[in-house]
C-alpha cells in the first residue's frame, strides 16, 4: 500500500476542525490500541518511570512539535503541542504513531550491499573508494538543517553536486523566483491575513503544508458561515474535499486553470478592480471561457466577486505562471495576505529531478522520499531507518530520463525516530522563519550512522551536525530578534545568554522569527511582469499525490488512514 504524505494528511486535516469537540478521535485511538496489541513485533514496554518530553517531528519537512510519553526511557505516546503557533497541536497520523514505527519488523538492522549483509567499514570503504574515482552527487531531501549544511559541504569540497528533493509547495513557488531572483525557498503564504483566497486546484483543507496550520485558520474565520471573514474558493475540475468544504467551488475543465487566471486578470484589469497595472493577458474572455467551459459571466463574477473582498492571493497546485503573474496583478506579492519573503538568507537549490551530469556515485540521505530513485547508472549508497520495499524506479515529477534507474547498491542503516540530534529548519511555504531542536531521546538499538555522521567520518574535517547547531543558537541569540514559544512565549531580547536559548531549543521550544500576525515581508521582493506568461506549468497536479510517501506505516497511522478513508466527502454544503 503505497501511502502519502497527502494521504496521511487527509485524516489531520479532516480532524483538525472537530478534534476539540469531537469524541471520535479518542474511539479511533482506544480502538488503535485494542487493535495494535495483536502486531506481533509490538514490544511491550518496561515497567519504569514515566516522563513526558518535548521535541520534534523530524519525519518531513513540516517538522511539527510532538510531546513524547516515556515509560522506562522508551517513548511509548505521541500527542500535538498546542504552543507550537504553527501547527497549534495537529500532528498527521504518522506522527501520532511514530514510537511505534523504531520497532518496525522492516526497520533496517544491518548494512545491505546488493543481497547480502555487508559492514560499515566495507561501506565507507566502497564510497571512499567512489568519491576518489568521480564525482558523486548528495541527494537531501530536508534542506535547511545542520546535516544538510555537513553534506553540501561535502559534496562541494569533493567535486561533487548537493541536490534537494523540492516540495509541491515550494515548486508551486518557483515563478516568483524566476521574476524575482529570490529563492522559493525563502518565500511563504501569508495566510492569516487574505480575505479571500482562491485555490487552483491545492488541497489547502485536505493535506497541505503543515497539519493544522490552514484547518484550524479555516475553523477560526470561516467554518460553518454563509459570509465567512475568510473566503476559500476552489478551482477543481472534480469535487475535490477542499471543494466541498470551500465557500465557492469553481468546477473547470481539467488543465485549464492557466486560462482562467487569463480571463480573471482580463476582467480585473479591463474593469480597473483593482489598483496595480500590468500586461494584458492576450487571451480573449471568450477563449477563456472555452478553455475552462465555463461562462463569460461566471469569469466576471469570478473577478468581481476576488476584487470585492481584499487581500486575495491565489495559489497554485503546481508551478503555473499564469496564477503567479495573476498574483501579481491582484497585488499579492509581497505585500500583507499575499507571497512574502520569510528569509533574507535563504539560497536557491538544484531540484534532484534535474537531469543529471555523469556522476560515479549518488548518495541518498534518509529523510528522501522512498520512492526517489535516481535515473543514473552511479553506485548508489542510501541511508534510510526502514526498508520501504521495491519502487517503480520511474522518474518523479515528469522529470526527464536519459539512464535506467535502479535500487540503491548499498542499504545503510539510519537512525530511526527521535534517535538523532537534529535541527528543525522553517517549514515549506511559511511565512515565517522558525526554528527547533530535536535531540536524541533514544538510543538506537542497532548499529546506525547518519548519513552526515558518515562524511564525518570520511572527512574528519568538516564540521558535525552538533558544532553547527551550537553555532546557529550562538546566531539566534545575537541578532536579539524572534521569540521562544514553550509553555510560556519569552523574546529572544530577554534570554541571558546563548546558552539559555540553546537549552530551552533543546527541551521543545521553537523559535519563531516574527509573529504570524505580522510576517517578515521584505521590501525588495518585488516581481517583474513584463509580458503574460505563455509558458505551461512544468509539474502537474499529481505531484500533490506523488509527494513525500512513507516508507512503512507504524499500526496506529495505518489503522487511522483505514478509518479516514472510510469517510465519505461532505456534500456540498451551499450546493
Ligand atoms: S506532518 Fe510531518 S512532521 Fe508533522 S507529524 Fe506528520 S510526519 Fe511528522
Not at 503543515?210 to 476552489?234: E, M, N
Not at 506579492?333 to 536557491?348: E, L, M
Not at 515565517?432 to 550512522?449: C, D, F, I, M
Request: charged fraction near 20%; glycine fraction near 8%.
Amino acid at each position: 500500500m503505497k501511502v502519502t504524505r497527502r494521504d496521511l494528511l487527509f485524516w489531520s486535516a479532516g480532524a483538525a476542525a472537530g478534534l476539540i469537540v469531537s469524541p471520535v478521535p479518542w474511539k479511533v485511538l482506544d480502538d488503535t490500541s485494542i487493535w495494535s496489541q495483536n502486531w506481533p513485533w509490538i514490544p511491550q514496554p518496561a515497567r519504569g518511570p514515566v516522563d513526558v518530553k518535548q521535541s520534534s517531528c523530524t519525519l518531513c519537512p513540516n517538522g511539527c512539535s510532538v510531546r513524547v510519553r516515556m515509560a522506562a526511557g522508551w517513548p511509548v505516546g505521541i500527542s500535538g503541542v498546542a504552543t507550537n503557533p504553527i501547527s497549534r497541536g495537529a500532528l498527521c497520523p504518522l506522527g501520532f504513531g511514530a514510537h511505534q514505527l523504531n520497532w518496525h519488523p522492516q526497520r533496517l538492522r544491518t548494512v545491505r550491499h546488493g543481497l547480502s549483509t555487508s559492514t560499515w567499514d566495507a561501506a565507507r570503504a566502497a564510497f571512499a573508494k567512489a568519491c576518489s574515482e568521480g564525482p558523486v552527487m548528495v541527494v537531501d531531501g530536508y534542506p535547511g538543517r545542520a546535516a544538510s549544511h555537513v553534506l553540501e559541504t561535502f559534496a562541494q569540497k569533493h567535486g561533487g553536486q548537493y541536490r534537494v528533493i523540492v516540495g509541491p509547495e515550494t515548486r508551486a513557488l518557483a515563478p516568483y523566483e524566476t521574476m524575482s531572483g529570490v529563492p522559493a525557498s525563502a518565500l511563504g503564504y501569508d495566510l492569516e491575513h487574505p480575505q479571500t483566497i482562491v485555490s487552483f486546484g491545492a488541497p489547502l483543507l485536505d493535506g497541505w503544508g503543515a497539519p493544522g496550520r490552514f484547518t484550524r485558520l479555516w475553523a477560526d474565520r470561516a467554518a460553518s458561515s454563509t459570509d465567512p471573514q475568510l473566503r476559500l474558493i476552489q478551482v477543481d475540475p472534480t469535487l475535490s474535499r477542499t471543494a466541498a468544504r470551500a465557500w465557492q467551488w469553481i468546477p473547470v475543465k481539467a488543465g485549464s486553470e492557466a486560462a482562467l487566471a487569463a480571463g480573471v486578470a482580463r476582467v480585473l484589469l479591463e474593469e480597473r478592480l483593482v489598483p496595480a497595472r500590468g500586461p494584458m493577458p492576450p487571451m480573449t474572455l471568450a477563449e477563456a471561457a472555452a478553455q475552462t467551459g465555463l461562462t463569460t459571466d461566471s469569469i466576471r463574477d469570478l473577478a468581481r466577486t476576488i476584487a470585492a473582498r481584499t487581500p486575495a492571493v491565489a495559489i497554485a497546485n503546481d508551478d503555473n505562471p499564469s496564477i503567479a503573474a495573476l498574483n501579481v496583478i491582484l497585488g499579492a506579492v509581497g505585500t500583507r495576505g499575499g507571497i512574502v519573503r520569510r528569509s533574507k538568507a535563504a539560497k536557491p537549490y538544484i531540484s534532484a529531478d534535474a537531469p543529471l551530469p555523469s556522476l560515479r556515485a549518488v548518495l541518498i540521505d534518509s529523510s528522501v522520499p522512498w520512492d526517489f530513485t535516481p535515473q543514473t547508472d552511479a553506485e548508489i549508497f542510501r541511508f534510510a531507518a526502514w526498508d520501504g520495499g521495491p519502487t517503480d524506479g520511474g522518474p518523479r515529477n515528469g522529470a526527464a530520463s536519459n539512464a535506467s534507474s535502479k535500487p540503491a547498491d548499498w542499504l545503510l542503516p539510519a537512525p530511526g525516530f527521535l534517535e538523532e540530534l537534529t535541527d528543525v529548519p522553517t517549514a515549506p511555504a511559511l511565512p515565517v522563519e522558525t526554528y527547533a531542536v530535536a535531540v536524541n531521546l533514544v538510543k538506537s538499538p542497532h548499529q546506525t550512522h547518519s548519513t552526515a555522521g558518515f562524511v564525518n567520518s570520511i572527512d574528519p574535517a568538516l564540521p558535525t551536525t552538533e558544532t553547527i547547531i551550537h553555532t546557529r543558537c550562538a546566531d539566534l541569540f545575537r541578532e536579539h530578534s524572534g521569540t521562544l514559544h514553550a509553555q510560556e512565549t519569552t523574546p529572544v531580547a530577554k534570554l541571558a545568554s546563548a546558552q539559555k536559548l540553546e537549552e530551552q531549543l533543546w527541551k521543545g521550544a521553537v523559535w519563531v522569527g516574527s509573529e504570524l500576525a505580522e510576517p517578515h515581508r521584505s521590501a525588495n521582493f518585488r516581481c517583474e511582469l513584463k509580458e503574460w506568461p505563455t509558458a505551461a506549468a512544468s509539474s502537474r497536479s499529481e505531484n500533490w499525490l506523488a509527494a513525500w510517501p512513507a516508507p512503512v506505516l507504524p499500526p496506529l497511522a495505518a489503522k487511522l488512514y483505514q478509518d479516514s478513508s472510510l469517510r465519505e466527502p461532505p456534500a456540498r454544503r451551499n450546493s
